[in-house]
C-alpha cells in the first residue's frame, strides 16, 4: 500500500527528482574538482557592497554543489534535461537510473514491465550512457549516481564513455553510492545476497583508490533510513555499522595494506537527509562528524586529520512533505535545508531538493527549477556563507549533540554485539527496528501528537491555483518509452559481435568463482556490448538472489486499546472480528507490492496495523510478478488484495493483477491500491475494476483498514456495519 501519510518517500514515474529515490554526492573533490560543465558557484572572497559607512562583507565560504536528481524517459531525454539543468545553474549532476537498471534487467524482461523510464533513466548497454552524456565533458563534470547493486557496472559504463571522449580515467570526479547494506532495510534495490554484495562494493573500492584518485567509489546514505522511519539515533548508529561493515570488509581483503587505509576513508563520503526539526537536524550533523573521526581514530588508526573528515552531501526530507495543501511543501523544504545549511561546521558540501509536488505524483522541469532557485536564492542572495559557525558554544546545541553521541553510540555497540550491520540485516533486527520506528510516528500523527499542518491540523483551505488543473500539475510518461526501449535494446544486440559478448561473459563468471577483483572484467564487458540483464544474470548465476527480511513479523504496532495511535483500533477490532464471524474464518489480506518498486515502507505499515486490527495478513515483501502476487491470493484463499506501487507503473501491474485474477477464476477476490497515483489515474483504476484507491492523503491507517473492511463486506453481501 502506499506510506498513506503525508509524503511521497519515492516520488516515483518520470523521474526528475528525487528524495527515495537517493543520490550521493561527490562534493567531498578538491575545490578544483568540484566543476560540472564548466559551471561553479560564485566565491569572490572580498565582495566590498556593504551596509554602512566602512562597512564590507566578509569572505564567503565556499558554497555546496548545487544538484536536482534527474533522469528519465529515455538517454537522449535525460541528457536535455541535464543540459538545461546546467544552463540554468545546476552546479552538479546527480544521475537517476530507473528500476530495471538498479536491480540488473534489462528492459525486455518480465519484471521491467511499467517500469522503463519510469524513476529515472533506462540505461541498457554502453551505447545508452553514450547518448546520456552526449556532449557533456565527462573530464570536467562531478556526477553522482545513485546506484547500488549494480553500480560496479554502471561505473564501468561511465568509465569507457569517459575514455571514448578522450579523458583519462584519473580525472574523473564523482561518485558510485554503492552503498548495499541500506537496500535491504528501505531502498530495495539489492540483487545479491550481502556476503557477494559487499565483495562488490569492496573490489570497486581498491579498483577506484588504485584507479580512479578522484572518485568516491562508495557514497554510504542514512537519506533512506530516515525515509523509512529512523529516529536520530538510528540514523547515526545504523550509518556507522553499515561503514564498519565496508570498511572492515575492505580490510580483509587484504588488497590495502593497513597503513593504506586512511587512503580508503578519506574517499569515502555520506549521503544524509535533513528533516524539519531544524536544531536536532543540524545538531545531528555534528553528531556523526565526532562518530566518524572517533570510529577512524580508534578503530582503524587513521591519524591524518583531513582523512577523518565527515564529508556529506543531503537530499533534504522528502517524508513529510504532503498531498494536501501542497504548497506548504515550499517553506517545509527551506526549513530542512537551513538545517544543513545555516550552521558553517554542519553544512553539507552537496545538495539537492525535491519539489513541492511530489506527493502528488511526479515534478514537471518547472518544479524542478523552483527547487534549484531555492538554492540558488539561499547560497547567493543571503549572507548564510560569510560568517563562522553561529552555533558554536551553545550550550543547547552542545548537551543535544552529546545526547545524541552518546545514544547511538549504545546502539552502534549492540548492532556490534551481534556481529555487525550484515548480522543484523540477516537477522531482520535492522528492519524490525526501522518498522517499529515508523509505526510509532505515524500513530503521533494519527493521535495529533505530531502536528502536520494542513493534515491533522488547520485543514481549512481556499483552493490552490497550482492545483487548478490537477492533472497537469505533474509530469507522465510517454507509454511509447517502453516499446522504444526494447526496440532500441534488439538493435544492439543484433549489432554487436557475439562471440565477444560470449567470450566476456565467460571470463566475467570465471572471475566471480575466484576471488581476483570483478572490475576488469566488467569494463571487459562493457566494451564488447554487454547488456546491463546479461551482466547480472551472470552474476546472478554464481552468487545467487537474496530476498530480504521484511521486519513485519518482529515490529511493534500500535499495541493495546491505550497505546499510542490506538484511538479507534478497539471498535475496529469488534468490527474486523464480526465480519470474519460472518465469513466463517478470519478476515484474510494479501499485501502486495508487484513489480521493481522496493519501497515498502507503506506496505509494511498497513501490514502491521492490519495485523494489529485482527486480519490475518499475508505479506511476502517486494518484487514479485502480478503472476506471483495471483497465485499467492489464490492459494491463500484471501479475501482482499491490497497492492502499493510508488514506481509510476501502477495501471500497468495493477491491471495485470486483475487480468490474472479473472484468469484464474478468482474475479470475485476484490483489490484495493495505494501509491501516489493522480486522480485521473484513480479514476482509470476504478474503471478496471479496483474497489478503492489510497493516496498519501489518507493518512489514517484505522481509517484505511476500515475502509478495507467494507469493500470485503460489500463484497460478500454482508450487512453494512
Not at 278 to 304: I, P
Request: one cysteine or more; glycine letters at 10%.
Amino acid at each position: 500500500m502506499t506510506d498513506l501519510s503525508t509524503r511521497s518517500t519515492n516520488p516515483h514515474g518520470t523521474r526528475t527528482q528525487q528524495p527515495a529515490a537517493c543520490p550521493e554526492t561527490g562534493a567531498d573533490r578538491p575545490a578544483d574538482a568540484r566543476l560540472d560543465a564548466g559551471a561553479r558557484l560564485d566565491a569572490d572572497a572580498d565582495a566590498s557592497a556593504g551596509v554602512g559607512a566602512g562597512d564590507r562583507r566578509g569572505a564567503r565560504d565556499r558554497g555546496w554543489i548545487i544538484r536536482t536528481y534527474a533522469g528519465h524517459s529515455s538517454p537522449a531525454e535525460s541528457n536535455a534535461l541535464y543540459r538545461r539543468n546546467l544552463a540554468k545553474g545546476q552546479t552538479g549532476l546527480s544521475v537517476a537510473f530507473d528500476l530495471p537498471t538498479q536491480t540488473g534487467y534489462d528492459p525486455d524482461h518480465p519484471l521491467a514491465r511499467g517500469e522503463v523510464g519510469r524513476v529515472g533513466v533506462p540505461i541498457a548497454h554502453l551505447g545508452d550512457m553514450r547518448a546520456l552524456f552526449d556532449g557533456i565533458p565527462l573530464a570536467r563534470t562531478n556526477t553522482s549516481m545513485t546506484i547500488n547493486a549494480t553500480a560496479m557496472w554502471l561505473l564501468a559504463l561511465y568509465q569507457v564513455v569517459a575514455q571514448e571522449q578522450g579523458a583519462d580515467p584519473a580525472e574523473l570526479a564523482g561518485t558510485t553510492q554503492n552503498d548495499i547494506i541500506k537496500e535491504y532495510l528501505s531502498r530495495g534495490t539489492y540483487v545479491f545476497p550481502p556476503g557477494p554484495s559487499l565483495r562488490l562494493v569492496t573490489d570497486l573500492i581498491a579498483y577506484s583508490v588504485a584507479e580512479l584518485p578522484r572518485w568516491n567509489p562508495i557514497n554510504i546514505c542514512s537519506y533512506h533510513l530516515q525515509e523509512a522511519g529512523a529516529t536520530p539515533v538510528q540514523e547515526l548508529a545504523f550509518t556507522m555499522c553499515s561503514a564498519i561493515a565496508v570498511l572492515d570488509a575492505v580490510a580483509a581483503t587484504g588488497t590495502i595494506p593497513p597503513e593504506r587505509m586512511g587512503e580508503v576513508c578519506a574517499r569515502i563520503s555520506f549521503f544524509v537527509n535533513a528533516g524539519e526539526r531544524f536544531v536536532e537536524e543540524m545538531c545531528k550533523m555534528r553528531a556523526f562528524g565526532r562518530l566518524w573521526d572517533d570510529l577512524l581514530r580508534t578503530r582503524y588508526a587513521v591519524s591524518d586529520p583531513a582523512a577523518r573528515r565527515f564529508r556529506y552531501g543531503v537530499q533534504v526530507n522528502s517524508l513529510g512533505l504532503t498531498e494536501a495543501q501542497p504548497e506548504n511543501n515550499v517553506i517545509r523544504i527551506v526549513l530542512e535545508t537551513l538545517g544543513v545549511t545555516l550552521s558553517k561546521d554542519a553544512r553539507c558540501r552537496a545538495l539537492q531538493l525535491p519539489a513541492w509536488n511530489e506527493a502528488l505524483g511526479l515534478p514537471r522541469p518547472w518544479d524542478q527549477q523552483w527547487s534549484l532557485r531555492v538554492q540558488q536564492i539561499l547560497a547567493h542572495e543571503t549572507d548564510l556563507l560569510e560568517y563562522d559557525d553561529l552555533f558554536t558554544g551553545s550550550p543547547v546545541v552542545e548537551e543535544r549533540v552529546r545526547r545524541l553521541v552518546a545514544d547511538a553510540t549504545a546502539e552502534i555497540d549492540r548492532v556490534q554485539a551481534m556481529g555487525g550491520a550484515v548480522a543484523a540485516v540477516e537477522s531482520g533486527y535492522l528492519k524490525s527496528a526501522l518498522v517499529s520506528a515508523q509505526a510509532g510516528r505515524r500513530a503521533r500523527i494519527e493521535t495529533g501528537e505530531d502536528v502536520v499542518v494542513g493534515v491533522n491540523r488547520f485543514t481549512e483551505t481556499e483552493p490552490s491555483p497550482l492545483l487548478a488543473e490537477l492533472d497537469t500539475a505533474i509530469q507522465t510518461v510517454d507509454p511509447a518509452v517502453e516499446p522504444a526501449a526494447r526496440e532500441s535494446l534488439a538493435a544492439w544486440r543484433a549489432g554487436r559481435d557475439p562471440s565477444a559478448v560470449r567470450e566476456a561473459l565467460l571470463g566475467l563468471r570465471t572471475a566471480a568463482g575466484t576471488e581476483v577483483n570483478l572490475v576488469p572484467a566488467t569494463l571487459a564487458c562493457a566494451r564488447a556490448g554487454v547488456t546491463t540483464g546479461e551482466w547480472a544474470d551472470t552474476l546472478r548465476k554464481v552468487f545467487g538472489e537474496y530476498r530480504a527480511p521484511t521486519g513485519v513479523s518482529g515490529a511493534v504496532g500500535v499495541g493495546g486499546d491505550t497505546g499510542a495511535g490506538a484511538t479507534g483500533l478497539g471498535d475496529l477490532r469488534a468490527l474486523v472480528a464480526r465480519t470474519g464471524a460472518q465469513l466463517g474464518r478470519p478476515v484474510k489480506m494479501l499485501v502486495g507490492k508487484p513489480g521493481l518498486d522496493g519501497h515498502s515502507n507503506g506496505a509494511e505499515q498497513i501490514a502491521v496495523r492490519a495485523r494489529d486490527a485482527g486480519f490475518e495478513v499475508v505479506y511476502q515483501g517486494i518484487r514479485l510478478t502480478p503472476g506471483q502476487l495471483v497465485a499467492a491470493a489464490v492459494e491463500e484463499d484471501v479475501h482482499v488484495v491490497g497492492l502499493s506501487v510508488l514506481s509510476g507503473a501502477h495501471l500497468d501491474l495493477v491491471g495485470e493483477v486483475l487480468g490474472g485474477l479473472r484468469a484464474a477464476g478468482a474475479g470475485d477476490i476484490p483489490v484495493v491500491v495505494g501509491g501516489i497515483i493522480p486522480s485521473a489515474d484513480a479514476r482509470e483504476l476504478a474503471r478496471l475494476g479496483v474497489a478503492a484507491v489510497f493516496t498519501p492523503r489518507d493518512y489514517e491507517l484505522n481509517a484505511i483498514m476500515r475502509g478495507i473492511v467494507d469493500v470485503v463486506r460489500s463484497r460478500h453481501a454482508l450487512d453494512h456495519p
